[in-house]
């Protein structure tokens, strides 16, 4: 039952239920596409967000969705497993897999964390900051939770790889985004300083924090034409605010002008950039 106080919350968050209402619909959809997609090293960015942070033993994820990063913390050692989402949908997929068994996952918000100060070693965050609002106050919340001198690592998205699908879908699909009338319209999501390194110091460092490493990687979502047009529809929010008449006109498009992206062997390259930040919260 939805009270009038939630009803209103909600309403003050559109960015929040946007998110919340997107992965209930369609939850593990995004994690599935990480998990499928690797570095040139066969890694995904989960394993690559979780050698960042390689003596962690008590973490918590911001934005945990179906847990498939603690899933991989956890395989590599930790111990005490927490994460917090918006999505009840995703926590669903994430209690079920029993590597969480044990895991403390939580309905609620990075902004008001439901932790007892000093409870973790490491924070980590896929994808999650920077879609986050009140960005100051989720690093006020991490600083809070983390022990003296922890680790927060946060991956965060750097863009699509010059000359590939991936660039080409966005050329091809901000045009009909910007033709969507803005009641129609999703929200707009975060804070665009989670993407940068000085922008996330700017965040940071008044909660405490030393300033952020920074390492770029490319994730490969290349496959075939249709493969890679599945991946990019899934991974960009914007897709929502396309009718079907719309998609299936962008779809086509794309199609038709990847065509001299194609290998000989009929692949489709598609690379996308990934930012990992790490830092450690002042002793």
């Given at each position: 039952m939805t009270t009038t106080s939630d009803a209103s919350a909600a309403a003050a968050r559109p960015a929040e239920e946007f998110l919340r209402a997107f992965h209930d619909r369609a939850p593990g959809l995004q994690s599935a596409g990480a998990g499928s997609s690797r570095t040139a090293d066969g890694r995904t960015s989960y394993q690559m967000l979780a050698g960042r942070v390689p003596q962690a033993r008590r973490v918590l994820d911001l934005g945990c969705a179906d847990g498939a990063l603690l899933q991989v913390l956890a395989e590599g050692g930790a111990e005490v497993l927490a994460g917090i989402d918006l999505s009840e949908g995703e926590l669903a997929l994430a209690r079920r897999r029993p590597a969480l068994a044990t895991a403390d996952l939580r309905h609620g918000r990075a902004q008001q964390l439901p932790f007892r100060n000093g409870s973790f070693d490491t924070v980590v965050s896929h994808m999650a900051l920077m879609l986050m609002e009140d960005v100051e106050q989720v690093a006020a919340e991490v600083a809070r939770v983390l022990a003296p001198g922890g680790t927060l690592a946060v991956a965060?998205?750097?863009?699509?790889?010059?000359?590939?699908?991936?660039?080409?879908?966005?050329?091809?699909?901000?045009?009909?985004?910007?033709?969507?009338?803005?009641?129609?319209?999703?929200?707009?999501?975060?804070?665009?300083?989670?993407?940068?390194?000085?922008?996330?110091?700017?965040?940071?460092?008044?909660?405490?924090?030393?300033?952020?490493?920074?390492?770029?990687?490319?994730?490969?979502?290349?496959?075939?034409?249709?493969?890679?047009?599945?991946?990019?529809?899934?991974?960009?929010?914007?897709?929502?605010?396309?009718?079907?008449?719309?998609?299936?006109?962008?779809?086509?498009?794309?199609?038709?002008?990847?065509?001299?992206?194609l290998t000989p062997d009929g692949r489709l390259p598609c690379g996308m950039r990934i930012n990992i930040a790490t830092t450690r919260l002042r002793d």
């Amino acid at each position: 039952m939805t009270t009038t106080s939630d009803a209103s919350a909600a309403a003050a968050r559109p960015a929040e239920e946007f998110l919340r209402a997107f992965h209930d619909r369609a939850p593990g959809l995004q994690s599935a596409g990480a998990g499928s997609s690797r570095t040139a090293d066969g890694r995904t960015s989960y394993q690559m967000l979780a050698g960042r942070v390689p003596q962690a033993r008590r973490v918590l994820d911001l934005g945990c969705a179906d847990g498939a990063l603690l899933q991989v913390l956890a395989e590599g050692g930790a111990e005490v497993l927490a994460g917090i989402d918006l999505s009840e949908g995703e926590l669903a997929l994430a209690r079920r897999r029993p590597a969480l068994a044990t895991a403390d996952l939580r309905h609620g918000r990075a902004q008001q964390l439901p932790f007892r100060n000093g409870s973790f070693d490491t924070v980590v965050s896929h994808m999650a900051l920077m879609l986050m609002e009140d960005v100051e106050q989720v690093a006020a919340e991490v600083a809070r939770v983390l022990a003296p001198g922890g680790t927060l690592a946060v991956a965060v998205g750097g863009g699509p790889v010059a000359g590939e699908a991936m660039e080409l879908f966005l050329a091809l699909a901000r045009p009909h985004f910007k033709a969507t009338p803005t009641e129609l319209r999703m929200p707009r999501l975060g804070d665009r300083r989670t993407r940068q390194r000085e922008g996330l110091d700017e965040i940071l460092a008044p909660a405490g924090f030393e300033p952020v490493s920074w390492e770029q990687i490319v994730i490969d979502m290349g496959g075939t034409p249709e493969e890679v047009w599945k991946a990019n529809s899934g991974t960009f929010y914007d897709m929502v605010e396309l009718d079907e008449d719309r998609s299936g006109r962008l779809h086509d498009a794309f199609m038709e002008e990847s065509r001299p992206l194609l290998t000989p062997d009929g692949r489709l390259p598609c690379g996308m950039r990934i930012n990992i930040a790490t830092t450690r919260l002042r002793d």
